[in-house]
């Protein structure tokens, strides 16, 4: 059996404050760069684009990639220490090094079998594959990497069990994770030495924590999704997205609701400015949501479109790019599931918008000032590929 796999979460959204309804545009064709079968994260450094990829073999190893911005191959490293590791989320720092968080073994085992973790989801919303880790590898990891590729630094912390972790964020000052850990999520920080912090929980499987940044102040922003009290805020809707703050000493200090009555919510991902993404259900209608918020989880505008559920966004200057899987926009009707990518400008206002009937689901976005928005998706067949706006 395959030992890694690619973790898909749900996904929700929401907000008040909506801007008015988007004008029509015309919907451009999406630029296609490459394909990448294995590809399950993406990072720009610099001038080069790295997918993160999870192989087999003797043991699990992690698979780098750097591309040109026409997806030409750079170079291809494998970080290999000799147990099985694998890379479940990855960011780059200020300097351009590429970090990734994962979970390793002490030592190198036989295979064994995985055990299979169900996500809650009720209400029949499209769940993407989760990575599944046997119980051995319960070494919490970090892998600092240069934008060439080459393993600057491991840091490790041993866990009582595996963590699956949802999301990092990166800056001058050290890295943070969070995702789940027995079933119960966590936040877990170190800093820019790699020296591990204390873990703080919020909440209990009722709690799904999916994005995460830091901030220059030390303080930090978590979303994602629950359906319990959390912070003294009571659950209003089927599931309610979150917005939690935690304070620079590592305690929780304020929790806002996503959530009107019935609907099931949830924040999927969020950028450094706090711009989020996730999905709204209400019944069988499901929207996504793009929202920027300002630094006390004050919406700025709200945009929402019927969608599938997954969605992934970022921040370009005064523009952020969402993309989500649909099957309409505008008057582009591909007639099945097809990726979408639209721009917003400063006030929440649509003002271009592109698709492809080649893919279907995206996975990451990214942006830098050298190359451009790139992005990371599924096709229908499982095939990944690379994107750009032409």
């Known amino acids: 059996m395959k030992r890694t796999a690619l973790l898909l979460a749900l996904l929700i959204a929401g907000t008040s404050s909506a801007v008015a309804a988007p004008k029509a545009l015309e919907v451009k064709k999406l630029t296609l760069i490459a394909v990448n079968q294995s590809a399950e994260k993406l990072v720009i450094s610099g001038k080069t684009v790295v997918t993160v990829a999870n192989t087999d073999g003797v043991n699990s190893n992690i698979l780098l990639t750097g591309l040109d911005v026409n997806g030409v191959q750079l170079w291809q490293k494998t970080i290999d220490s000799g147990v099985d590791e694998v890379a479940l989320a990855a960011a780059t720092d200020p300097?351009?090094?590429?970090?990734?968080?994962?979970?390793?073994?002490?030592?190198?085992?036989?295979?064994?079998?995985?055990?299979?973790?169900?996500?809650?989801?009720?209400?029949?919303?499209?769940?993407?594959?989760?990575?599944?880790?046997?119980?051995?590898?319960?070494?919490?990891?970090?892998?600092?990497?240069?934008?060439?590729?080459?393993?600057?630094g491991t840091y490790s912390s041993a866990q009582s069990a595996p963590a699956l972790i949802n999301a990092i964020s990166v800056n001058a000052s050290g890295i943070s994770i969070a995702g789940t850990m027995q079933d119960k999520p966590f936040i877990q920080s170190?800093?820019?030495?790699?020296?591990?912090?204390?873990?703080?929980?919020?909440?209990?499987?009722?709690?799904?924590?999916?994005?995460?940044?830091?901030?220059?102040?030390?303080?930090?922003?978590?979303?994602?999704?629950?359906?319990?009290?959390?912070?003294?805020?009571?659950l209003a809707?089927?599931?309610?997205?979150v917005l939690i703050k935690v304070s620079k000493t590592g305690a929780l200090a304020t929790v806002v609701r996503s959530s009107a009555p019935k609907a099931d919510r949830s924040w999927l991902a969020a950028d450094s400015t706090l711009a989020l993404t996730g999905y709204v259900k209400t019944g069988k209608v499901i929207e996504t949501a793009f929202t920027r918020f300002t630094s006390a989880f004050?919406?700025?505008?709200?945009?929402?479109?019927?969608?599938?559920?997954?969605?992934?966004?970022?921040?370009?200057?005064k523009t952020t790019y969402g993309a989500f899987n649909t099957t309409s926009l505008f008057a582009w009707k591909p007639g099945m599931p097809s990726l979408a990518l639209v721009a917003f400008d400063s006030k929440g206002v649509m003002t271009t918008a592109y698709g492809s009937n080649e893919i279907t689901e995206p996975i990451a976005l990214v942006y830098s000032k050298e190359l451009g928005l790139i992005g990371l998706a599924r096709s229908s067949s499982q095939?990944?590929?690379l994107f750009k706006v032409a």
Do not use: Y
């Open 237 to 241: 809707g089927v599931r309610d997205g």
């Open 95 to 152: 300097l351009g090094n590429i970090w990734l968080a994962g979970a390793s073994s002490k030592v190198a085992v036989p295979e064994s079998a995985t055990v299979q973790v169900q996500a809650e989801n009720p209400d029949g919303v499209v769940l993407e594959p989760v990575t599944q880790l046997r119980s051995d590898m319960n070494v919490l990891t970090l892998w600092k990497v240069s934008s060439q590729g080459e393993l600057l």
């Open 383 to 385: 095939t990944l590929s």
């Open 190 to 234: 170190a800093n820019s030495q790699g020296v591990f912090g204390k873990a703080l929980s919020i909440g209990t499987p009722k709690t799904t924590l999916n994005a995460i940044v830091r901030h220059a102040d030390g303080t930090l922003s978590v979303f994602g999704t629950s359906s319990e009290t959390l912070g003294g805020k009571k």
């Open 298 to 317: 004050a919406p700025t505008w709200t945009q929402r479109v019927n969608s599938l559920g997954t969605s992934a966004v970022v921040s370009a200057g």
